[in-house]
């Protein structure tokens, strides 16, 4: 059975022409010896593929050895299946056990044969892929059945590694086509055009709900909006150039689906002051009790999306990962406005008679919302002033 053997360094000298060499080695093979320098990787591979019909050289995959090689005579088309294993036995060390089709195994049983009786390194044989030597076993005995064992103290995974570079580096594999679909560029334009349409229209409606119900309250949630849409477009923006983050069809719907979510956390906001209100309490009491109750609602649902599209993100693939990466940076945004910028406003606009005292336009008018009245205080009954005490005279 073939045997690897250790590698002999790469700056070992180069071929003499005399000796049991002479006559043997083509002069265009010395050359080639002496001009390659295997620990330059950019010489390991040649510029070109090389001939396996003729004498080449060739470098280890990691560089450490240097191979004058012949011509090849199996190639790796005749083998039909590499295994790594443990003997039969069940001691030793792993090897790689091959197998060949009927013309490799005549042709092997040759080479094998030639290969026994030659004094090394001349005795081995080079298994080669992509112009780069993987192992140069040597030969110990011919081998005329078609299967072979590589020894040579392997350990599981480097015969484990040897063998997948033998199956899948041989085996021929086929692609056939089935079918073949010509899609217009104009089609993926369409479908983001799309899209784009059904989130501008998503945002018109959520828009004029919150002018109908909340009237005034409406204008500052469309206000808010537009300042989360803006800052989402120029994250988006700046994303582009520096991570290299492309708007497609699934991160639109994520936009979507965010609006949703910014849109609750308005709606959130704004009951709990319309509650406060309603329990009689004036606006700007309302507006502080109100928010004091409505963050944590606000954090703790942003939250739980924030999680699940950060989950989202880490699991899934292609388009679902765009999904789930606007998904939550939307919810960063709607968090940040929110807190920012729809609180603050509200507290200001707190300060007009408009809103403050409840115009029915405002949204807040307490006669609509059905605020308690509470009893005006009753004034009591003053004592008469003490007269000062007459004097003697």
């Known amino acids: 059975s073939p045997t690897g053997r250790p590698p002999q360094p790469a700056s070992a000298p180069p071929i003499p022409p005399q000796a049991q060499y002479e006559g043997q080695v083509p002069p265009e093979l010395m050359r080639q010896w002496n001009t390659i ?160 349409i059904a989130m501008i229209l998503g945002l018109a409606l959520t828009v004029l709900y919150s002018l109908l119900y909340y009237r005034g309250l409406g204008v500052v949630a469309m206000v808010s909006l537009a300042v989360a849409a803006a800052l989402t477009y120029a994250v988006v923006v700046l994303l582009g150039p520096a991570m290299g983050f492309a708007l497609s069809l699934a991160g639109i719907a994520g936009l979507v689906i965010a609006i949703g979510i910014t849109a609750d956390s308005f709606i959130v906001f704004f009951e709990r002051i319309r509650d406060e209100i309603r329990e009689g309490r004036t606006l700007r009491v309302a507006i502080e009790y109100g928010w004091t109750r409505a963050r944590r609602t606000i954090l703790v649902a942003d939250f739980v999306s924030f999680l699940a599209a950060a989950v989202l993100y880490l699991m899934a693939t292609g388009g679902v990962k765009g999904f789930a990466f606007t998904l939550g940076l939307t919810t960063l945004v709607d968090v940040a406005v929110v807190f920012l910028f729809t609180k603050p406003l509200v507290t200001l606009l707190a300060r007009y008679k408009f809103f403050a005292q409840g115009h029915p336009l405002s949204g807040l008018d307490p006669k609509r919302l059905g605020a308690k009245q509470r009893p005006a205080p009753t004034p009591g009954r003053r004592r008469p002033a003490a007269k000062p005490a007459a004097k003697e005279a």
């Not at 049983?109 to 192992?135: C, G, H, M, Y």
């Not at 020894?151 to 594999?173: C, R, S």
């Open 37 to 196: 320098d295997c620990t330059d990787q950019e010489q390991r591979k040649p510029k070109t593929p090389a001939d396996p019909t003729k004498p080449v050289v060739l470098c280890s995959q990691d560089g450490t050895v240097k191979y004058a090689l012949g011509p090849a005579i199996v190639e790796g088309t005749h083998l039909t299946g590499a295994e790594a294993g443990i003997p039969q036995q069940g001691a030793g060390a792993w090897q790689v056990n091959l197998t060949f089709d009927g013309e490799g195994t005549k042709k092997f049983a040759e080479a094998t044969k030639k290969l026994r009786d030659q004094p090394s390194p001349q005795n081995e044989f080079a298994i080669v892929l992509d112009d780069q030597v993987v192992s140069a076993p040597y030969v110990q005995e011919a081998i005329p059945g078609g299967q072979a064992q590589i020894t040579g103290n392997f350990t599981q995974k480097e015969a484990q590694d040897l063998a997948n570079v033998l199956k899948y580096g041989a085996l021929p594999l086929q692609f056939t086509t089935q079918e073949v679909n010509t899609v217009s560029p104009t089609l993926g334009g369409d479908q983001l055009k799309g899209g784009l």
